[in-house]
C-alpha cells in the first residue's frame, strides 16, 4: 500500500504496468491498492464507492483506449 501511495503523491499519471514496475507486485495487487486509496480508513474520501467528505485524497483514472487506464492521485482540501 505505502509504495502505491508514495508513487501517486507525486500526481503524475500512471498505468497499471508503469506501477507494476515501480511497486513490485502484479497488476490485479496494485488495481486493488488502488481501490483500497480511495477508502477513508487509508486517507480518501470515499466509503462503499460514495464520497463521505471533503479532505483527503482522491484517485482519478483517464481511458486512454486500446484496454489502457492511466491513475493519479488528487488531493483535496475543504475550502472554508
Known sequence: MDRVHGALK??????????KEACGG????????LRNLKDVRWGGNHERGVRVRE???????????????L???VERECEL
Request: proline fraction near 0%.
Open 10 to 19: 507525486d500526481g503524475r499519471k500512471w498505468s497499471l504496468s508503469q506501477l
Open 26 to 33: 502484479g497488476e490485479a495487487s496494485i488495481s486493488a491498492r
Open 55 to 69: 479532505t483527503g485524497h482522491d484517485i482519478e483514472k483517464e481511458f486512454v483506449g486500446n484496454g489502457l487506464w
Open 71 to 73: 491513475y493519479w492521485m
